[in-house]
């Protein structure tokens, strides 16, 4: 391999590994954001819960009034 040959290969492994980190940095973004997404969904799940449990509780107090 002549020596040109091995500057060009040089150079497209630099861009590659400078690819990759960049994905693994927009990975970490994604991975950020849906743990975000989890936690909103998980809490929205027991807002809603408690908002069931609190309805069923007015409910059963207008039985009884």
């Known amino acids: 391999m002549d020596d040109l040959k091995q500057q060009q290969l040089k150079r497209r ?3 590659a590994i400078g690819e990759i980190d960049e994905m693994k940095a927009q ?3 994604v ?3 849906c743990a975000e997404l989890a936690a909103a ?3 929205i799940r027991e ?4 908002a069931r449990l ?3 509780r007015r409910k059963r107090i207008k ?3």
């Open 63 to 65: 039985r009884v009034v």
């Open 27 to 29: 990975l970490a973004e």
């Open 41 to 43: 969904m998980r809490q």
């Open 13 to 15: 492994l630099r861009t």
């Open 54 to 56: 609190e309805a069923e």
């Open 31 to 33: 991975r950020r954001c």
């Open 47 to 50: 807002d809603a819960e408690q």
